[in-house]
């Protein structure tokens, strides 16, 4: 009676021992963890304080001046001569300089670092929707792997009912022992085939942990959904709400704007600007007095070196090679689109003709199982039949992981995260 009840408290305590790890928490924990989202997180910052930089143009610039010099010649002219004097002399002062216009080169690079605020925020969100997809392929693998080792589990119990019969059979004198030792070796084989797929699911589950920042317990459990979501499907306007939403694209649209108003700065730096000015100086030399000064300043750069028209042509560069970008990341999402879908077609005949060769190889498998008991068939036919119907699980477990793989990458593409 005591050992009934152990029984029953263990098996009460087994399940509740198991953790759920669902893909929406791995997903949120690797957003949460992962040292690119961070880093993208890091350029948002860096992006705002470079537009306050770019702003603060427009503000007063004042500045604190001051020198104390320990000898200086003075020259001053007595009796219609020149005389000279060294003496110390220091002197300290504030000047203030307010930008009044500049032909709009300050507003357009304003502009410009606005524009780099928002290529910083689609930038993270892209990085949090590819993460997201790898966090799903890492989990759908996992699934795969754990679906590949109940399937090769289920094979050794096959190849060991074989192994035991064809024992039994050899001390019946109804078969030799070559089919014993045949079924023996299957039976290897098949631990051999379970080992690799456990270490497969090892090595996926580790990788997921490294996305998450934390480890997973050998007692994490996974959502065993089915691969193909009975509701997903591709319309047919899939290429035009992706090039519509496409992080990537609008990454390189943004960066065109940014390049055209820089553009229009550099060429504004022609003209110069026009400058308020103000400053106070109070001065100790051979005399004590102060000095004020208050006026506007016309600066119009005559001649740079051809720096500036460089920089011109520099920014013009800048925005073709911009625009070429963007029309190479369209043509390359436009391929990978096609490709996508062209690949869903195919896999979806695979599945169709996996399912198929599936229900017929256990057919076979049966009828065959029941000729070797009766001596008409012979070991070889049996474990044909069996590896059959091992390699056609496997392939139908691999064509499912395929198609939900095609789903997930639209979903990146499209900028989805769950």
């Known amino acids: 009676m005591k050992k009934t009840l152990l029984v029953i408290a263990v098996s009460l305590f087994l399940p509740l021992s198991a953790e759920l790890l669902t893909l929406e928490s791995a997903i949120d924990k690797a957003l949460q963890n992962y040292p690119d989202i961070q880093a993208s997180s890091l350029k948002i910052e860096s992006a705002t304080l470079g537009s306050k930089s770019a702003t603060s143009a427009y503000l007063p610039q004042i500045n604190l001046n001051a020198n104390y010099n320990l000898t200086q010649t003075y020259v001053f002219p007595v009796a219609g001569q020149f005389n000279t004097i060294d003496n110390s002399s220091w002197s300290v ?113 580790n990788s997921l942990s490294l996305y998450m920042g934390e480890a997973i317990i050998d007692k994490t459990t996974f959502e065993h959904t089915t691969f193909i979501d009975s509701n997903s499907e591709l319309n047919n306007n899939i290429e035009k709400q992706l090039l519509e939403k496409n992080y990537q694209l609008k990454i390189a649209q943004k960066s065109i704007e940014k390049n055209h108003l820089l553009h229009k700065s550099m060429r504004a730096s022609h003209f110069g600007s026009v400058d308020a000015i103000a400053s106070y100086t109070h001065l100790d030399t051979l005399n004590s007095y102060d000095s004020k000064l208050a006026g506007i300043v016309l600066n ?49 005949k695979t599945l169709e003709a996996k399912e198929a060769q599936l229900h017929s190889a256990q057919q076979t498998q049966n009828v065959l199982d029941a000729r070797y008991k009766e001596g008409l068939a012979t070991y070889i036919e049996v474990l044909d039949a069996s590896s059959v119907v091992l390699s056609a699980e496997l392939a139908l477990l691999e064509t499912e992981y395929q198609i939900s793989m095609v789903y997930k990458r639209v979903e990146y593409l499209e900028g989805k995260i769950k």
Request: proline fraction near 1%.
């Open 300 to 348: 119009v750069p005559l001649y740079t070196g051809g720096k500036t028209s460089a920089e011109v042509e520099k920014a013009q560069v800048a925005s073709n090679i911009a625009l070429a970008v963007l029309l190479s990341k369209k043509l390359q999402l436009q391929e990978e689109i096609e490709s996508l879908l062209l690949d869903l077609a195919h896999f979806y």
């Open 93 to 205: 002062g504030v000047n203030l300089k307010q930008k009044i216009w500049d032909f709009k080169k300050t507003t357009l690079q304003i502009e410009a670092t606005d524009i780099d605020k928002s290529i910083a925020k689609l930038s993270l969100e892209d990085s949090k929707a590819l993460l997201a997809y790898k966090v799903k392929s890492l989990y759908q693998l996992i699934v795969l792997d754990s679906e590949a080792i109940k399937v090769h589990e289920k094979d050794i119990l096959t190849k060991e009912a074989y192994y035991e019969q064809a024992k039994a059979l050899v001390k019946e004198g109804l078969k030799t022992d070559a089919d014993a030792s045949r079924f023996l070796s299957a039976l290897y084989g098949a631990k051999d085939s379970l080992a690799n797929s456990q270490t497969l699911y090892a090595k996926a589950k």
